[in-house]
Nanobody
Framework: QVQLVESGGGWVQAGGSLRISCAAS????????MGWYRQAPGKTREMVAA???????HYADSVKGRFIISRHNAENTVSLQMNSLKPEDTAVYYC??????????WGQGTQVTVSS
């Protein structure tokens, strides 16, 4: 099993920046993809960004050009640099990993609030 612990997040005004990070422990050698999802009140959870072990990235259209995902394989961490934040980015952000056998793990979530 993989355990995930998020850090960062908080409150920021629109146009500002925040960085959230996630540290993985446990069966980390099994991890293939690391990424971030978010869930706003009353909405379904959606993928924000993902990065493979080889460094290939994928972003939701809503965050392209504003968010940057990065990964440090040796330290088993993944981070999300969020720039030009908008009120609609307000959500609980969850770290996610997908193993080579397609099993998934989730962090406990970290709140990001963007005020207008």
């Amino acid at each position: 099993q993989v355990q995930l612990v998020e850090s960062g997040g908080g409150w920021v005004q629109a146009g500002g920046s925040l960085r959230i990070s996630c540290a993985a422990s446990g069966s980390v050698d099994r991890i293939n993809v690391m990424g971030w999802y978010r869930q706003a009140p009353g909405k379904t959870r959606e993928m924000v960004a993902a990065i493979s072990r080889g460094g290939s990235t994928h972003y939701a259209d809503s965050v392209k050009g504003r968010f940057i995902i990065s990964r440090h394989n040796a330290e088993n961490t993944v981070s999300l640099q969020m720039n030009s934040l908008k009120p609609e980015d307000t959500a609980v952000y969850y770290c996610n990993t997908i193993d080579h056998d397609y099993s998934t793990s989730w962090g406990q979530g970290t709140q990001v609030t963007v005020s207008s």
